[in-house]
Each structure stands twice: as C-alpha cells, then as structure tokens.
C-alpha cells in the first residue's frame, strides 16, 4: 500500500478512537450496554422517529411488497390473454420485478406515510380486478 494511504488509514483509525463513545466510555470504566444508555437511545425522539419510520418501511417492503406481488400474481394470471399455464408462468415471473420495485419505493419514497399510501393503492387495483372477476381462493 502507498504510504499516503496507511497514514490515512491510521487518521481514521484514531480519529474513531478518540471521537468513538465506545471507546471514551471503555476508558472511563462504564459499562456499554448499561440499560441508562438504552433508555436514553429509545427515548430521543428524532432517533426514535427516525428508527420507526425506518421499521416502517421495513415492513413495508418486507410484507406490503409480498401482498402486491401475490394479488398481482393472480390478477395478472387471470387478465393475460394466453393459455392457462403461460398465463400463471408469465404472471409469475412478473411478480419478482413487482416485488423488487415496491421494496426500492418502500425506500425511496420521500416519507413513510407518503410509501404506505402509494403501497396501498397498488395492492388497491389488483384486489378490485379480483373482486371483479369473481376470482375465488
């Protein structure tokens, strides 16, 4: 390695050793997991908005993504104008790029209110579709 990079490497290093609250509260003899210290983590709200908007989208993408891919499966294998088995496989294969694009919109979106609603309105017209058709389970 070039010599400028080890002694960047090393301004970090000490810079996160100096500046860490990890190592500051290891010099002075505290205990990390001290349940003050998880207290005052969870109950600063800013970080605790933060942290449960980020739980959120989580969920959001984690569990809305596989409700809007699965009623999307199905409207999908039932509105296609192929033979029954293509029709299922083609709706199939759709619902991996489904899935993927309501989990990068669960994250992109600008609030997690704003992800909810466009998640909620998308599962929203696949269902009515559902609903329709007289599709049953």
Request: with cysteine; hydrophobic share 55%.
């Amino acid at each position: 390695m070039p010599i400028g990079l080890i002694e960047t490497y090393y301004d970090y290093y000490s810079y996160f050793h100096k500046n860490s609250s990890y190592f500051r509260d290891r010099q002075a003899g505290h205990d990390m997991l001290s349940l003050t210290r998880i207290a005052s983590a969870w109950t600063d709200a800013p970080r605790l908005r933060q942290r449960l908007a980020i739980a959120s989208r989580t969920i959001l993408a984690i569990f809305g993504g596989y409700a809007f891919a699965a009623l999307a499966t199905a409207s999908l294998a039932l509105a296609l104008p192929l033979t029954r088995p293509q029709a299922v496989l083609a709706a199939t294969l759709s619902s991996f790029a489904l899935y993927c694009a309501l989990v990068i919109w669960a994250f992109a979106a600008a609030s997690a209110t704003r992800a909810w609603l466009v998640a909620g309105a998308l599962c929203c017209l696949p269902a009515a579709h559902l609903l329709l058709t007289g599709a049953r389970p």
